[in-house]
């Protein structure tokens, strides 16, 4: 018969004692509590790996404090037998330790207990599954065009029902507050097209058609994108997150219940306040990069302040303002309106609102684009 | 005599310049269930915000099973922390998490226990809470009360010293929080935790508490202390003997 010394694990101590005929016996003393439970596990696993094992106790009858975190060595202990076929038993536990492994279910605390997430089903389920949601997900995008339109109607039959704080404090977020950054970027975009075009020009001495090629494609196509893609970033992911959360939150069951139309009180103020300021902010686009052209032209090609401007002016014609200040409008309403309606679709918690904010950032940013190049086709036939 | 585990003394409590409770002393024994309580408004979960290290103190002192929890250090506050745990009133589960994970997340980053050690302790807390069987549910998936239940286990986790409760039974018909009474008294014998409570259900009030502190919202301070069931039946304070015999302000009411 050999007997260890006693060990320590913080306030728990233990000896082990092997007998030949008895087998192995753990002897436990002190309070066995989340503090040492993990040190206790490691050493037993150390202590127990590859030993031949016979049958193993566990005598309790010093242990003056038990909780779960110690119930877990007991079943660790257990799970340690059981894998070599050893005979486990407890003996002695005082009257409140027995009491807490009896709250515990220890003896029905089985080895197998796997909190795996649900496997995910086969591709076919999830073709299927993907085929309903988007069904289910086109119903909706059709329904909610129905009802942004009556609400729009609606609001244009009875003005005063629109509702104006909401509007302006949305024009004010969604237009003078992206001014800054979108004159920052589009001066520093007007900048890098004249001086990237003013490389080629010099060579055939036509440093003056830098004007004329920023102004042009500033105005038609990249103020327009540009703002658009600002104003995607900044406002048609705050319309989703904040609609959502108030998904979330009931807010949107509640403004049913006292008999508004959701659609109407959260949507339409958020359409107009983007279809006004969304054209305005393009042409403040225009300006700036217009500004940011007139600056390599004034200080890299040495061309006049007054020549470049006449430049510019000689260039563009009215219409191609009209329809930058045009696309502006249409994108606007693609922004607010994908904006809102991943807003409408949130279900369940935090995670789905941001689900919805990168998906309408990345949905309008798409149509977009999308929408632009039918544009420029049907200009292209028609104009 | 027994061990005082939380010592509040001279707080000064409230939001930047505006004094909510005003100078309040008391303290929190080891292993009993104590109850604050008092009239909406009158500053319940501001003080648990204190309690629990959320906001600190305009002045004053709380000190936590020995250690100061308005001046203390970053190290001593984790080590704080580490002693309490907090069932707040929406539950605040994670909803990405199922229960398991749930109650897994502290458990894996205190502890160096094994993977497969984690999963038996989380199912025997979820059973110690009794909702064995619901491991892979969403909270979402789960009604009002198993989430507070759930959100229990999780606050117990690593067997903190103290349980802190804003508004246990808040949404809950009677007899799941009866249920969740029992619950707490059931834990607090077994565990030996120390239980502090915010409420103002009497029904709670009476079933769990070994004592309680009345606050008000006049004076800004503590109007009673000790076992409800006396101070129902002897307390000179018109206030708290209309507060425990829900009786309407005079002239409330048609
Ligand atoms: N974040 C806050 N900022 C400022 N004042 C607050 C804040 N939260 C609560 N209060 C004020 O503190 C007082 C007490 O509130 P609270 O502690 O929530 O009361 P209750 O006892 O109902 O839980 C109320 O008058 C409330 O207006
Ligand atoms: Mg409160």
Known sequence: MTKTTPKESQSCQYEVVDDPEKGLTIRLRGAMNAANAPGLIR???????????????????????????????????????????????????????????????????????SFEKVRPPGIFVRLGDATFRHASDLKYLISFIGSVCLSLIHVCLHPRSLRREDTFL?????????????????????????????????????????????????????????????VAGRSGSAFAAEIGTMKVSEEVDALFTMGFDPTRFLVVPKMIASVIVVPVLTLFSDLFAILGGMVVGVFILDLTASAYIDQTLKTLTLFDVFWGFF????????IAWVGCLRGFRVTGGAASVGQATTSAVVSSIFLIILTDSVLSVILRYWG | MRNVIIQVRDLVAGYGEEVILDGISFDVYEGEIFVVLGGSGCGKSTLLKHLIGLIKPISGRIIIDGDDLSHSDDETFQKILRKIGVLYQSAALLG????????????????????????????????????????????????????KRAGLARAMALNPKILFFDEPSAGLDPVTSAGLDNLIIHLNKILGTTMVIVT??????????????????????????????YLRDHSQNPFVSQFFNRRPDPGAGP
């Open chain 1, 43 to 113: 050493e037993f696993r150390g202590m127990l790996k590859d030993r031949d094992l016979s049958s193993l106790t566990v005598d309790l009858g010093e242990v003056t404090y038990l909780d779960d975190f110690g119930t877990l060595v007991l079943t660790e202990l257990r799970n340690m037998a059981a894998e070599v076929k050893a005979a486990f038993k407890i003996e002695n536990a005082r009257n409140k330790v027995a009491q807490m492994l009896e709250v515990l279910h220890f003896d029905r605390l089985d080895r197998k207990i």
């Open chain 1, 170 to 230: 949305c024009m004010q977020r969604t237009g003078v507050d992206a001014l800054p950054i979108v004159g920052l970027i589009s001066f520093l975009l007007g900048l890098i097209m004249a001086f990237m075009s003013s490389v080629q020009l010099q060579q055939f001495g036509a440093n003056i058609y830098v004007a004329s090629l920023v102004s042009l494609a500033m105005t038609r196509e990249l103020g327009p994108i540009m703002t658009a893609i600002i």
């Open chain 1, 327 to 334: 696309k502006g409008a249409i994108f606007a309403l693609l």
């Open chain 2, 96 to 147: 990405s998490l199922t229960l398991a994970e749930n109650v897994a997340l502290p458990i894996e980053e205190y502890t160096d226990l094994p993977k497969d050690s984690i999963e038996t302790l989380v199912k025997m807390k979820l059973n110690l809470v009794n909702l064995d069987g619901y491991e892979n549910h969403l909270p979402s998936e789960i009604s009002g009360g198993m989430k």
């Open chain 2, 200 to 229: 103002h259900e009497l029904d709670s009030i009476f079933a769990v508490a070994h004592r309680v502190i009345m606050l008000d919202k006049h004076t800004r301070g503590i109007i009673a202390e000790g076992d409800p069931r």
